[in-house]
C-alpha cells in the first residue's frame, strides 16, 4: 500500500475511533446508575493496567494489551449489562468501549508482539 493511501487509512481509523468514544461516553451517560465521576474516570483508564503483563515478554504484553483494547471486550460487557438489566455492567462496558475508541483516536493501536511502539496504526513513541 503507498504510504499516502496508508496515512489516509489510519486518518479514517482514528476519526472512527473518537467517534467510538464520544458514542460510547453519551451511552454510558445513559445506563450509568451510580458511578460517580471519579469513580468512572479511574475505571476509564483501567484497560491501561494490561501494560502490566509486559513484564512477563514482548508476547504476553502484547495479547494482554490487545485483549482489553479491541472494541469487542467493551461491546460484550455493555450487551451482556443491557441483557442482563445489570446497570454497573452496562456502564463498565461503555467506559471500556470509550476507552479503547479514545485510544484509537490518538493514535494508540494494538500492538505487535515485535515491539510496544508497533501498533496497527503504525509506530508511537519516540522514534516513529
Known sequence: ????????FVLWQRA??????????VLFWQVNDGLV???????????DLSFLAYWLGRKPGAAAYNLVHVYAFGLLLLAAG???????????GALWLAHSGFDRGLGYGLKSADSFSDTHLGRIGKHR
Open 16 to 25: 472512527e475511533g473518537a467517534l467510538v468514544f464520544i458514542a460510547a461516553m
Open 82 to 92: 443491557l441483557v442482563l438489566a445489570m446497570p454497573l455492567a452496562s456502564a463498565l
Open 1 to 8: 500500500m503507498k504510504k499516502q493511501a496508508m496515512g489516509a
Open 37 to 47: 465521576w471519579w469513580s468512572a474516570l479511574l475505571l476509564f483508564f483501567a484497560p
